[in-house]
């Protein structure tokens, strides 16, 4: 008997020692894996992200060429050697005897008729044009099928027809006039920044004596102004009007005061070269006249 109870303590024990055990080291799973270490698994996951959107720049900064520029066409390229063209032929060009009358140049009579009866034809990245140019209105006439050509094409035409002509007071070379305008842009406004500075330093200057006479001991039944208002207001005027200034400034555009004028006249089909004598109409003949002409016969 007492081997039956040590034999069943030891089995209660047995049991005790599998239910501990068991109590202890439960099951582990995935999901308690997840539950206990998710602060982890967010910083992985936020890690893994940040590679490889840093490894995806690199790759497309290797693989893809990056240009801040666009890439020009050869159509604008075309377009715009053309616009460039004749600038230093024009520039070489001796400056001619210029004679100034109420305004305008004085030709003499052979320089109109030579430049009357001149003209260039060529061919614009905007079509076929026929320029010629008018002496009286000292403009330039043009032929052409597109009436859109830009003002930049017309130029490069006109400076053209005064090399072909070697007149080169009749074109206004709009670099050098650009040249001008752009110096005479800074001029005024160097001369605005200066007088805005002036303004300011008045300005500081008549604040800071009036706080040193609102320092100075006053009657004691004097009425104490309120120099501080005064002086604020004052700034904020001053500030106001530079910035007015400032965006004026940056608006400011650069204009050149000369420049060539051009008239479209028609089309290519409507231009009557000068230079090709007029055939006079046939003249008509009367039926008397026709009779005359038989009895003289005759």
Known sequence: M???????????????????????????????????NHYGLMGLLLATVLIGVSTGYVLLDLLIPFSTKPKETDEAKRIREYEAGYLDELGALEDDDVRVNDGKCDFSQPEKERLSKGKVEDETPFGPIIMTYCVDDETYWYHTDNKSIPYKTLDAVARQFAVKYSCKRICVNYKEEWEKAKALAIAEQEAAESAAAAVAAAAKGDASEELQDEAKPRDVFV??????????????????KTRKDSIKRRRYRISAERSNRFTHKGRIADYVDPTIPKSEPAKSLSFADFKTKQVDAG
């Not at 005790?16 to 055990?21: L, Q, S, T």
């Not at 009425?223 to 106001?240: C, R």
Request: aromatic content about 10%; glycine content about 0%.
């Open 223 to 240: 009425k104490f102004k309120k120099y501080n208002k005064t002086v604020e207001k004052d700034a904020q005027e001053t500030k106001q």
């Open 2 to 36: 007492d081997m039956d109870t040590n034999t069943n303590m030891d089995m209660d024990t047995n049991m005790d020692m599998d239910a501990n055990a068991d109590t202890v080291n439960p099951q582990y799973t995935l999901s308690d894996f997840f539950t206990e």
